[in-house]
């Protein structure tokens, strides 16, 4: 059975950093894109960002380019989003879908377009002063 868990998410200050987690089982992350999108309470589910874990290559939404990086760990079946910098226009639920990688389309289409069959049921990021 196919599951996608997030962790991480708290509650932090303007400026702080959160590393967000995105645990995958019953099926291994080599074959998949996995991204992680976020929507705050009455706006649109967005891609933050994005990546193909079998070979590392990433692709980040403007919002979080220079401020956050997204990681794989093979082994752990789990891939990280590392937000720094966090600013009021970040906090929202953070989810992490997954799907097979389908060559036809490249990183930014999965990172913008939540067409995603498999997703987890979020964790919450909360920042505040």
């Known amino acids: 059975q196919v599951q996608l868990v997030e962790s991480g998410g708290e509650m932090v200050q303007p400026g702080e950093s959160l590393r967000l987690s995105c645990a995958a089982s019953?099926?291994?992350?080599?074959?998949?894109?996995i991204a992680w999108f976020r929507q705050a309470p009455g706006k649109e589910r967005e891609g933050v960002a994005c990546?193909?874990?079998?070979?590392?290559?990433?692709y980040y939404l403007d919002a979080a380019r220079g401020r956050f990086s997204i990681s794989g760990d093979n082994a752990k079946n789990t891939v990280y989003l590392q937000m720094n910098n966090l600013s009021p226009e970040d906090p929202a639920v953070y989810y992490c879908?997954?799907?097979?990688?389908?060559?036809?389309?490249?990183?930014?289409?999965?990172?913008?377009?939540?067409?995603?069959?498999?997703w987890g049921r979020g964790t919450l990021v909360i920042v505040s002063a």
């Open positions: 879908p997954a799907d097979p990688f389908v060559p036809d389309y490249g990183l930014e289409y999965y990172c913008k377009n939540p067409q995603y069959t498999q």
């Open positions: 019953g099926f291994t992350l080599n074959s998949y894109v």
């Open positions: 990546m193909r874990v079998g070979d590392g290559s990433s």
